[in-house]
């Protein structure tokens, strides 16, 4: 089984207390199988690289404090109320 040691895995991906371990079996197993995709010409975002750098910097910035960055407006639920998403 993929364990943990001292919050990271055999890989050195931080593993979160929450996280369980998973079987190497099964691991191997949710690989195989799948349909062919019909998707062609799938190329990766030219900002991925940049992001990644601004949220670095960011957590460089504010390290051990959880930032939260609203990403809508109110929803209604239920008819009756509106519900913030963060």
């Not at 369980?20 to 197993?29: G, H, L, R, W, Y």
């Not at 995709?37 to 390290?63: C, E, F, N, W």
């Amino acid at each position: 089984m993929n364990s943990s040691s001292n919050n990271n895995n055999e890989k050195g991906v931080e593993v979160r207390t929450h996280d369980i371990p998973v079987a190497d079996a099964m691991t191997e197993f949710m690989k195989e199988g799948w349909a062919p995709s019909p998707l062609t010409g799938i190329t990766a975002h030219p900002s991925i690289p940049y992001t990644k750098l601004r949220r670095d910097k960011l957590s460089k910035q504010y390290v051990g404090k959880r930032l939260i960055f609203p990403s809508g407006s109110l929803k209604v639920r239920s008819n009756d109320l509106g519900f913030k998403y963060y």
